[in-house]
């Protein structure tokens, strides 16, 4: 029991951090985790025991996972040699020189677990410098080469460490064995990752081939791969489970680009749900680093004799380290590049490259997952220290990118990229004006009442998106001459509320119930367009649930059977509504105080319009509405069309990108599943 609260309170800080980051955007998520895991830590009694086995089954395998499966980029693909070369001699290089220097900095610390620790601190973390990139304007090349690097050096990286701690377990290394199982398990489990994801691959077509069409069950075989491969290359053929799931995603994204057309919603439903996963995993290793932080200091500070101050230097140098090794790596490839030319080495980049390589989710798995105590029962030599120094070099290579990266980018010419194209609010803007033209072009006598209806929803989202892109737009004078007389036009339903209350025409509690009606739509229209009602939404939502509860529980059955002269009774309360709606607005312009030309005559006829509509509808029979139905969903799908048209045409026009329209069309194709889905009838 004491585990799902611990996974249950893990989620509920992962949300949270997002929503923090929401609002401070300047912090990046896994250090906002890192805090949150450091208070549950403080404030909670929770102990978790971190088995190695489970732990890198449930973390590493998918996470690498992921990684392969967005392997193959052009950008990557043209920057292959030196990833490829950081990825692998780099991981080696840190290993030895780090674990040479860390070894002779704690000398009670022996060389097996300094080789180990270097080892796990040579991965990078793309999710990391990903979202540091998005705050500054950080050169491409860097970013891809950081995003290529980190593929493949968290398999090299956890490859080593793995021997490294072997090595330190059993007290035993030998470099020929060490160098014969190397190629093993490398080779092997390459070619297991290849091989049985292309098993999986092909029976997951076959069985859909043969009727098995189900996407649930299609979707639940796709997150169980990369735990399946990882589980038999690791426990039937000794192999490296790492190498596996990143040879296994990059085969699955391979083979995926192939059938992905034959069944988008399949792709669609599993990435999705894969991402889901991967925000989970991702968010909670941060969540336990900082939950094992005062452990890990506490136990650092009881082993050293200098108390605080030794082990956090034990952890800049470190880091320091790392950062410079980086940093002279990539300056020396630039001085090879170059032919030896040394004016032609730009430091700035190689100071960048270092600084871009920040340690996250797999530098703190491996370390989690070093045992509690020995198979001879002795505690692991130094796990506290090492615990408090991955965590430390992992926390301060993202202050330093932080810090450092904006102040040695140029984030001018971001911004002159980024003014070349709308922004993709502006772009929904676009495409809901050409659908309101096309629903224009299409309307006539018999689908008008749905047309006026679609149109009124149309520009409430119009006009959310207008006040969110011009603060100032609240200040718009037709503006507020809409809004003013929509407030009209909710006080007139009120008052016709009150006096067929107090002329008996309606009871108390429908009194009450059309009144919390009310309010549901004025809250509901202002929130639509970006403001708050003036009145309290936390009273309505408040009243609505205790009517809707009274509903439930003391309703009588016998008024199922009184439907009939409900909707008739039901009918003449939305007529008197309306009515007064449509009379107060007439009486308001007419006032003597009250400039009339000021309001537009399609704004005034739009509102009075809304309320005739509503009338009808009440009124209309159970055909009628069958056939407004109909009248709604066929302009609806004309909308959506016009959407899709207008996004290939700022596409054309190059005044959006890629990205940008992709993202587009995928709105309108969610909405499009929403709105015309059977289950979105909330009525």
Not at 292 to 299: D, F, Q
Request: hydrophobic fraction near 50%.
């Amino acid at each position: 029991m004491v585990i799902i609260e611990l996974i249950m309170l893990l989620v509920v800080l992962l949300l949270v951090s997002t929503v923090i980051n929401h609002y401070l955007p300047m912090i990046p998520g896994s250090l906002i985790q890192i805090g949150l895991g450091l208070l549950l830590s403080v404030f909670t009694n929770f102990k978790i025991n971190f088995e190695t086995e489970w732990f890198l089954l449930l973390f590493i395998a998918p996470l690498l996972f992921n990684d392969g499966k967005r392997f193959p980029k052009r950008e990557l693909w043209q920057l292959k040699l030196p990833i490829f070369i950081n990825a692998i001699a780099l991981v080696v290089i840190t290993m030895l020189f780090g674990g040479i220097i860390i070894n002779w900095m704690i000398p009670e610390m022996p060389f097996a677990v300094a080789f180990a620790l270097a080892a796990i601190l040579s991965p990078t973390d793309p999710v990391a410098v990903q979202s540091i990139a998005k705050r500054s304007n950080l050169p491409g090349s860097i970013l891809h080469l950081v995003s290529g690097e980190s593929l493949i050096n968290d398999a090299s990286g956890l490859i080593c460490f793995k021997y490294a701690l072997a090595a330190a377990i059993t007290g035993q290394f030998m470099l020929s064995h060490a160098i014969g199982d190397f190629f093993y398990i490398s080779v092997v489990g390459l070619v297991a990752g290849i091989f049985l994801m292309y098993l999986l691959v092909k029976l997951r077509r076959y069985l859909y081939d043969h009727g098995m069409q189900n996407i649930i069950f299609l979707t639940v075989a796709y997150i169980l791969t990369p735990f399946v491969i990882y589980f038999i290359s690791e426990d039937w053929l000794h192999a490296s489970g790492v190498i596996s799931v990143v040879s296994a995603g990059i085969t699955f994204h391979l083979m995926s680009r192939r059938t992905s057309i034959v069944n988008p919603e399949l792709k669609l439903v599993t990435e999705k749900t894969w991402n889901v996963i991967i925000y989970i995993l991702n968010g909670i290793i941060f969540l336990l680093l900082g939950f094992s932080l005062p452990e890990a200091m506490g136990g650092s500070i009881q082993t050293i004799q200098l108390g605080t101050v030794q082990p956090i230097f034990y952890a800049i140098v470190t880091w320091a380290v790392l950062l410079l090794i980086r940093t002279l790596w990539i300056a020396g490839y630039q001085l090879v590049a170059n032919r030896w030319d040394y004016h032609q080495v730009n430091w700035r980049v190689s100071i960048l490259s270092g600084l871009s390589g920040v340690r996250g989710a797999v530098t703190m798995v491996g370390v989690l997952s070093i045992p509690l105590a020995t198979p001879a029962g002795r505690a692991f030599p130094e796990r506290p220290l090492v615990l408090f120094i991955a965590a430390s070099v992992i926390i301060l290579s993202l202050l330093s990118a932080i810090i450092l990266i904006p102040l040695l980018t140029d984030n001018k010419a971001e911004v002159i990229e980024y003014d070349q194209y709308l922004t993709e609010d502006e772009a929904q803007a676009k495409m809901i004006q050409s659908a309101i033209k096309e629903i224009h072009k299409s309307q006539n006598e018999h689908n008008q009442q749905a047309a006026f209806d679609l149109i009124f929803q149309y520009q409430l989202m119009l006009r959310k998106l207008n006040h969110s892109l011009h603060s100032n737009r609240i200040n718009d004078f037709s503006f507020n001459n809409e809004l003013a007389l929509r407030r009209i036009a909710f006080s007139g339903e009120r008052k016709a509320a009150l006096r067929m209350y107090e002329d008996g025409e309606i009871k108390r509690d429908e009194y009450v119930a059309v009144s919390q009606i009310i309010n549901r739509r004025e809250a509901a229209m202002f929130d639509s367009v970006g403001m708050r009602s003036s009145r309290s939404t936390v009273r309505t939502d408040f009243n609505t649930l205790l009517s809707g509860l009274k509903k439930f529980f003391f309703s009588s059955s016998k008024t199922k059977h009184r439907g009939e002269r409900l909707q008739r009774h039901w009918a003449m309360i939305i007529n008197g509504l309306s009515q007064s709606a449509i009379e107060e607005v007439k009486n308001y312009l007419n006032r003597d105080d009250i400039d009339s030309s000021s309001f537009e005559n399609q704004m005034v006829d739009h509102i009075i319009v809304f309320y005739r509509n509503r009338m009808n509808r009440v009124n209309s029979t159970s055909l009628d509405r069958d056939d407004y139905d109909q009248q709604y969903d066929n302009l609806q799908v004309k909308g959506f069309g016009a959407q899709r048209l207008e996004v290939q045409q700022l596409l054309d026009d190059k005044q959006i990108d890629w990205s940008i329209s992709n993202d587009l069309r995928q709105h309108v194709n969610y909405l499009e599943n929403v709105l015309m889905s059977p289950l979105s009838d909330d009525d």
